[in-house]
């Protein structure tokens, strides 16, 4: 799997457990914790009353019939790697929304964006839409940025109007962990106050990549802590310095710094980098070189220093 250790590689598709969709559902909660659900209608009708109303075959919209937009998460790029909630309301859905870079979509050859060719193979191209985004933007909540998320809200709202009651966007990783769905969403909720929005959460990036290198994230007592290498080399250093497992996204720019204060707290040998997870030329592996031309969706892991089973509970 690694360099770094002797275990044995896998792929994404082993020791998988076939299940069909609708066998063996049992009742769950919604992601608010409000309405009890189940698997297959995301909705419970009101005692004594009708139904929620049904849109596409077996797809239920929102309570008395309003639109819903929910964003999905599909995970790091792994079509395998989608939830069955996830396809099955792409299935249902009236319009999937999917992100595509701003300045591309413009010049007209945007080519397909992680969660476009994630989604593919559950929705129909005449029901897949792009929305423009400045997601090479790094200078914080700039015009060209507010523009985009302004225009993009604006979409959803005349999709909505046009009709459309199950409004789908889908993200990588999950919506609710460094997301373009929460600004989408805000946007939305300012125009038209009666959408109904919900999150279907998806697979991380630091969950694949720790399956992916057998490398846990958390043991016992250890605390978690997941930052974006964009806020700075001083947030990573702390976290470094404490007991617990330390994910990096968005090393890219700022790689050579990651791995200078990994060397400085003696942290280098036990951590794994991951590049393009679920793209074709993805890499896993020990970090070796601070000079890597990374992509900008890299993910590093740093484990807890463990030195005996069960040393953290």
């Given at each position: ?117 994630t989604v593919a193979a559950h929705v129909a191209p005449d029901r897949l839409r792009r929305l423009p985004f400045a997601l090479d ?138 590049r393009g997870l679920g793209l074709p030329g993805e890499r896993i592996g020990p970090v070796t070189d601070p000079a890597d031309d ?20």
């Amino acid at each position: 799997m690694t360099a770094h250790d002797n275990r044995v590689p896998v792929t994404a598709h082993d020791n998988r457990v076939p299940v069909t969709a609708h066998d063996n559902r049992v009742p769950v909660t919604a992601h608010d914790g409000r309405v009890p659900v189940t698997a297959r209608d995301g909705r419970v009708p009101a005692a004594g009353g009708p139904g929620p109303a049904a849109g596409r075959a077996g797809r239920v919209d929102g309570a008395d019939g309003a639109a819903t937009l929910t964003g999905i998460g599909v995970g790091p790029g792994d079509p395998e790697l989608l939830t069955l909630r996830a396809a099955r309301l792409l299935a249902e859905a009236d319009v999937v929304f999917v992100p595509v870079l701003d300045r591309l979509a413009a010049a007209g050859d945007a080519p397909p964006g992680r969660a476009e060719a994630t989604v593919a193979a559950h929705v129909a191209p005449d029901r897949l839409r792009r929305l423009p985004f400045a997601l090479d933007d790094r200078g914080g909540v700039t015009a060209r940025r507010e523009r985009a998320w302004d225009e993009a809200a604006r979409t959803v709202a005349d999709a909505v109007d046009a009709g459309a009651r199950a409004v789908v966007f889908a993200t990588i990783g999950d919506p609710n962990v460094y997301s373009t769905f929460g600004y989408l969403a805000h946007g939305v909720r300012a125009l038209r106050p009666a959408v109904e929005v919900r999150t279907v959460p998806g697979i991380t990036a630091m969950q694949d990549l720790a399956a992916r290198s057998g490398v846990p994230l958390c043991e016992g007592r250890e605390p978690l802590t997941l930052l974006p290498a964009t806020a700075g080399l001083a947030l990573f250093a702390d976290a470094l310095a404490g007991p617990g497992t330390v994910v990096a996204y968005k090393g890219w720019r700022r790689h050579a710094e990651l791995v200078a204060e990994l060397r400085r707290q003696g942290r280098l040998a036990d951590a794994v980098l991951g590049r393009g997870l679920g793209l074709p030329g993805e890499r896993i592996g020990p970090v070796t070189d601070p000079a890597d031309d990374l992509p900008y969706l890299s993910t590093l892991l740093v484990p807890a220093r463990r030195d005996r089973r069960g040393g953290k509970l």
